[in-house]
């Protein structure tokens, strides 16, 4: 059972940034791949950024793309995600998440993971 922990959201003017971290316990962190995922009011789930195992790998959804960088730090059990000109439209509650698939194409779908942080909150102002 794989323990994960949000960290790093808060209130921040449109422009800023803002980095997210996501400790994992219970489990083998490189046996993983990660993901970001947000969800605002009355919309669906999204993906925001994922990273294979190795972080060789990344994905990235459309509307962050040039603007969130996702990384990894195996030693440290944590994976991060750097957003920058944030824009009101990414006030969202942040998810952190883990999947035994090795598909890495598959991580933009929310069903590819098997573990789920509890979120955090994003506000951007305008």
């Known amino acids: 059972q794989v323990q994960l922990v949000e960290s790093g959201g808060g209130l921040v003017q449109a422009g800023g940034s803002l980095r997210l971290s996501c400790a994992a316990s219970?489990?083998?962190?490189?046996?993983?791949?990660m993901g970001w995922f947000r969800q605002a009011p009355g919309k669906e789930r999204e993906v925001v950024a994922a990273i294979s195992r190795n972080g060789a790998s990344t994905l990235y959804g459309d509307s962050v793309k040039g603007r969130f960088t996702i990384s990894r730090d195996n030693a440290k059990n944590t994976v991060y995600l750097q957003m920058s000109n944030l824009k009101p439209e990414d006030t969202a509650v942040y998810f952190c998440?883990?999947?035994?698939?090795?598909?890495?194409?598959?991580?933009?779908?929310?069903?590819?993971?098997?573990?789920w942080g509890q979120g955090t909150q994003v506000t951007v102002s305008s």
């Open positions: 219970g489990g083998t962190f490189n046996a993983y791949d």
């Open positions: 998440a883990a999947s035994r698939t090795a598909v890495v194409v598959g991580l933009q779908y929310s069903g590819a993971y098997d573990y």
